[in-house]
């Protein structure tokens, strides 16, 4: 990988529901970096309409269903009325060659799928509530042409997290282990897309089956922790990372962003090595009060 200028891509997956959301992001995108980096936005086939407006000359869009093999099919959603009453159904669920398989765990897959196929030395996971704040800076991303690996030691030990460790230890193959050191979770998380295709040919050489089926098999696992262990921790990788704990997205988490004071305070804490935020869609703001954080961390970003 060129160690001065490297080819970056940003990926979101999205859907209808966050429309309005991945829209602020896009426009973020192109404010925000050079017009050589590729935006591709991975949506449901039947979202593909919906997300059209945003496609240009650097934004694609594309149906998730053709990154996905054969087989691999969303059920439709029953009425309200019956998902009411089954909770199990007020989820998106998939028919795959394995069974039946959650949303949650599909969306892992597409992701990974996505990251394979993006024709960059690294790429930017960004969700579709996030947004770019200050110009992208390409060599930060891969210092001395190491691709940057978000990993911050002796956090994330969480009950709810170590089975995603364990799960990822056993998928690549590795003594069984409930964690790997680090936490790996985030916001604008890189990969750097030949070590994802790597990391799924191990899987695959583990399983002794395609690596779609794999992770379909698994009721749980975290495609940010299995890539984290992958790359930083499991000696396998062909290609060298840079550890860092610094997250590059200022996240909501943890503030509040519902009152005039909340907000101040949360703009107050950007810090240097921010390149986005995220509001949370949780939150439930509506975009007017979403634009106005963004700004605001705009505004900030650009005095530090």
Not at 17 to 46: K, M, N, Q, W, Y
Not at 111 to 118: C, D, E, I, L, S
Request: hydrophobic residues 45%.
């Amino acid at each position: 990988m060129p160690a001065d200028t490297p080819r970056i891509g940003i990926l979101t997956c999205s859907f209808a529901g966050d429309f309005p959301l991945c829209r602020t992001l896009a426009r973020s995108v192109e404010r925000f970096a050079e017009p050589d980096v590729l935006h591709r936005i991975v949506v449901p086939r039947r979202d593909l309409a919906l997300f059209g407006s945003l496609a240009g000359p650097r934004t694609e869009i594309i149906a998730q269903e053709t990154l996905l093999p054969r087989g691999f099919l969303n059920l439709p959603r029953p009425p309200g009325a019956i998902r009411r009453f089954i909770p199990a159904l007020r989820r998106e669920i998939y028919l795959t060659p394995v069974g039946l398989v959650r949303g949650w765990i599909m969306q892992q897959i597409v992701k990974f799928a996505a990251a394979a196929a993006m024709p960059c030395d690294v790429v930017i996971h960004a969700d579709s509530d996030t947004c770019l704040i200050r110009p992208l800076d390409p060599a930060s991303l891969a210092p001395g042409g190491r691709v940057r690996l978000y990993a911050l030691p002796g956090e994330g030990r969480l009950d709810t997290h170590l089975p995603w460790h364990a799960a990822a230890a056993e998928l690549l193959g590795l003594p069984p282990c409930d964690y790997f050191g680090a936490d790996y979770i985030g916001s604008l998380i890189t990969w750097n897309p030949e070590s994802v295709r790597a990391l799924l040919a191990r899987v695959e050489s583990v399983a002794g089956r395609p690596w779609t089926r794999a992770l379909a098999r698994r009721w749980q696992f975290s495609e940010y922790i299995l890539y984290g262990a992958y790359a930083g921790r499991s000696g396998l990788c062909p290609m060298p990372h840079a550890p860092s704990s610094r997250s590059l997205c200022h996240s909501s988490w943890g503030h509040d962003v519902h009152s005039p004071e909340g907000v101040a305070r949360f703009v107050a804490a950007l810090e240097p090595h921010h390149l986005g935020a995220d509001v949370q869609s949780t939150e439930g703001l509506d975009a007017p009060a979403r634009e106005a954080i963004f700004a605001a961390l705009e505004a900030r970003a650009a005095e530090l």
